[in-house]
T-cell receptor, first 115, second 114 residues
């Protein structure tokens, strides 16, 4: 077990709708990042939060946004859903950064289908 | 832009066969390298990682990987696979000094037959 839990595990949304995905990290993990994994591809970095501030972003449009809370939980929000947003969304948390030698722990993901 | 290439998308082996999965990255600076495994229905798990020092890194479950800087490669090896190694394997890189942005390859699906 990684101590990273995500909800919901599966959901279906209609194009144009908004979705919120949730993640609960291990106690003490001050860094959380979100990834999108499309079918047949590796995960792609969306953004990272450190101490409740976004401090890194991948090539995703502003309609992808997030929040990190003091209780080590976080959210990924996606507005104006498009069909191409259908994917597995992974939450990953750590104490500090991977580049400093810390291990990143992944949740099992939330499967989003946009119809 | 930095990228990671995994040469084999699907690999099929019999139990006890040796495994080598290729991984190359494109970035000229200092990198940290990782191999993750995703068993069916489970979360991504870290197999091993390289930050510095001995380029031959040993991980969990008998896996090892060798960092060859001149070839920009970080190939994963296991001398004798088991049926339980059936999974998808991802190579990833993060830039030294950066944050938690892992750049993943597309993955290699390994099927091990008894």
């Amino acid at each position: 077990e990684t101590g990273v839990t995500q909800s919901p595990t599966h959901l279906i949304k209609t194009r144009g709708q908004q979705v919120t995905l949730r993640c609960s990290s291990q106690s003490g993990h001050n860094t959380v990042s979100w990834y999108q994994q499309a079918l047949g591809q590796g995960p792609q970095f969306i953004f990272q939060y450190y101490r409740e501030e976004e401090n890194g972003r991948g090539n995703f449009p502003p309609r992808f946004s997030g929040l990190q809370f003091p209780n080590y939980s976080s959210e990924l929000n996606v507005n104006a859903l498009e069909l191409d947003d259908s994917a597995l969304y992974l939450c990953a948390s750590s104490w500090g950064t991977a580049s400093s030698g810390n291990t990143i722990y992944f949740g099992e993901g939330s499967w989003l289908t946009v119809v | 832009a930095q990228s990671v290439s995994q040469h084999n998308h699907h690999v099929i082996l019999s139990e006890a066969a040796s495994l080598e999965l290729g991984c190359n990255y494109s970035y000229g600076g200092t990198v940290n390298l990782f191999w993750y495994v995703q068993y069916p229905g489970q979360h991504l798990q870290l197999l091993l990682k390289y930050f510095s020092g001995d380029p031959l890194v040993k991980g969990i479950k008998g896996f090892e990987a060798e960092f060859i800087k001149s070839k920009f490669s970080f190939n994963l090896r296991k001398p004798s696979v088991q049926w339980s190694d059936t999974a998808e394997y991802f190579c990833a890189v993060t830039l030294s000094g950066g944050y938690n942005k892992l750049i993943f390859g597309a993955g290699t699906r390994l099927a091990v037959h008894p």
